[in-house]
T-cell receptor, first 114, second 112 residues
Framework: GDSVTQMEGPVTLSEEAFLTINCTYTATGYPSLFWYVQYPGEGLQLLLKATKADDKGSNKGFEATYRKETTSFHLEKGSVQVSDSAVYFCALSEDAGNNRKLIWGLGTSLAVNP | NAGVTQTPKFRILKIGQSMTLQCAQDMNHNYMYWYRQDPGMGLKLIYYSVGAGITDKGEVPNGYNVSRSTTEDFPLRLELAAPSQTSVYFC???????????FGSGTRLTVV
């Protein structure tokens, strides 16, 4: 079945460092891909998404490109802030445009130190 | 715009008690979901619904029940609470899966 694999955390960075969180997937169809963020004590929020190959999702300085050839959707940010400390989840839908059920990665915890 | 509202935010139950976690959304989303999130773990889907009157099991449905009598509400019922149900529960909704999920702020449940 479809699956999502994220790099294990925790990831600890200093402020203004470059961030990469790796996400790879296996899917039989043409999924949409998502990154969600969960700040401490809160629910998950959609951070960005991409619905087809080569699409780049971006939001709040974060970016991720849908790479079909490497089945990846890595999250990047050029300069992290303390306020970016959170847990980040990669997810895919079963088919493009139909995410009645998302398949979730286990989450990667990010801690940014001042 | 309230989005997805979950109540209560916190609850402590004794073993064998029952309770209902409430979830309401005001975005006219047809799909709704219940997840549980255990410490250090990802999300596990308990039940989901693709519209009023339609529900289906997710990965971990045992010990839970749901109903969907209206588009807006999707309550989760715990019968005979067990310590293994100690978790944080999230409700989410989606419109045809086109724009991702909107999550509630969660209910932290402890069974003692």
């Amino acid at each position: 079945g479809d699956s999502v694999t994220q790099m294990e955390g925790p990831v600890t960075l200093s402020e203004e460092a470059f961030l990469t969180i790796n996400c790879t997937y296996t899917a039989t169809g043409y999924p949409s891909l998502f990154w969600y963020v969960q700040y401490p004590g809160e629910g998950l929020q959609l951070l960005l998404k991409a619905t087809k190959a080569d699409d780049k999702g971006s939001n709040k300085g974060f970016e991720a490109t849908y790479r079909k050839e490497t089945t990846s959707f890595h999250l990047e940010k050029g300069s992290v802030q303390v306020s970016d400390s959170a847990v980040y989840f990669c997810a895919l839908s079963e088919d493009a445009g139909n995410n009645r059920k998302l398949i979730w990665g286990l989450g990667t915890s990010l801690a940014v130190n001042p | 715009n309230a989005g997805v509202t979950q109540t209560p935010k916190f609850r402590i139950l004794k073993i064998g008690q029952s309770m209902t976690l409430q979830c309401a959304q005001d975005m006219n989303h047809n799909y709704m979901y219940w997840y549980r999130q255990d410490p250090g773990m990802g999300l596990k889907l308990i039940y989901y619904s693709v519209g009023a009157g339609i529900t289906d099991k997710g990965e971990v449905p045992n010990g839970y029940n749901v109903s969907r009598s209206t588009t807006e509400d999707f309550p989760l019922r715990l019968e005979l609470a067990a310590p293994s149900q100690t978790s944080v529960y999230f409700c989410a909704s989606s419109y045809e899966g086109l724009y991702g999920y909107t999550f509630g702020s969660g209910t932290r449940l402890t069974v003692v």
